[in-house]
């Protein structure tokens, strides 16, 4: 854990230093609000569970942060989450839980206009989990009977501006576990859609 968010840190720096050789540009502010879904499953160590991907929602509010083709946006999303295992013996579990995420990412515009953007992005997410409900066997309840609330990942991916309008697809993965008896790490991808207000 120490070695994952030491090389965070790292990756952290790099992009700061990137974005401090554009420093000389004005910058642009931007607020918009946004939404979207989430595809999320969890790992698990345990030889007799599968994980699969569930579905899910998110909303919440953006600010970026425009420097030149460089940008830095942050968010506030609420997330509803779900996910499902098969055991090998023939039963299966569902757990759903809600998150108040903040993303923090670095991005750079490939394609860079006045109307059209295209971008990739990078960075870490801070996640806070409460209501977790879990339908299952006693063996896979007891394993989640510590849900560990505070969790942080990393994330990436592509995405388009066209004028006020924007769409992100990424990644999310979880460096920390959910359950620390249960070993078990959040992994998402979303798509999301959003509208810069100014």
């Known amino acids: 854990m120490k070695q994952q968010f030491l090389a965070f840190c790292s ?117 806070y989990a409460f209501n977790n409900k879990l339908s299952a066997s006693e063996s896979i309840q007891e394993g989640f009977k510590k849900f560990d609330k505070s969790n942080i990942g990393i994330t990436g991916g592509i995405g388009i501006d066209y004028k006020n309008f924007t769409v992100d697809l990424r990644y999310e993965n979880g460096l920390s576990n959910i359950s620390k008896e249960f070993k078990s790490k959040p992994h998402s991808f979303t798509l999301g859609i959003g509208y810069f207000l100014f």
């Open 11 to 127: 990756l952290l720096l790099c992009i700061t230093c990137s974005v401090e050789t554009q420093a000389q540009q004005k910058p642009a502010l931007h607020v918009g609000v946004k939404g979207g879904t989430n595809f999320t499953k969890t790992s698990t160590e345990s030889s007799s569970l599968e994980g699969k991907y569930g579905f899910g929602y998110q909303a919440g509010v953006m600010t970026r942060v425009d420097i030149g083709s460089l940008y830095v946006q942050g968010e506030a999303l609420f997330n509803k989450r779900k996910a499902s295992y098969e055991e090998k013996s023939g039963g299966s579990a569902k757990l759903t839980w809600n998150a108040i995420d903040i993303p923090v990412v670095v991005g750079y515009k490939i394609i860079n206009t006045d109307d059209f953007n295209l971008r990739a992005f990078a960075g870490g997410v801070y996640s």
